[in-house]
């Protein structure tokens, strides 16, 4: 059974699409989840291995939407080991 590690990050609303966008290309990115300040899930993207590009952009048109809303957010990144 794979092991699975989570990373938070804590960034600004502009830079969330771009922060995402780059986690997703890393390769070992599983899921995604976007919180706010609060604690809130804003958006979930599960991350299937091998899918990414126009599987992602729509999830990235999402985010769009979530970045103009917030301030800050948070970002936990769900990776395979």
Known sequence: ???????????????????????LHEGNVTRVIVKDEAGKTLLEIPVTVGVVGVVVAPWLAALGVVAALVANCRIIVERRE
Do not use: I, Q
């Open 1 to 23: 059974m794979p092991k699975f590690t989570r990373e938070e990050y804590t960034v600004s609303g502009k830079n969330l699409v771009d922060r995402v966008g780059e986690l």
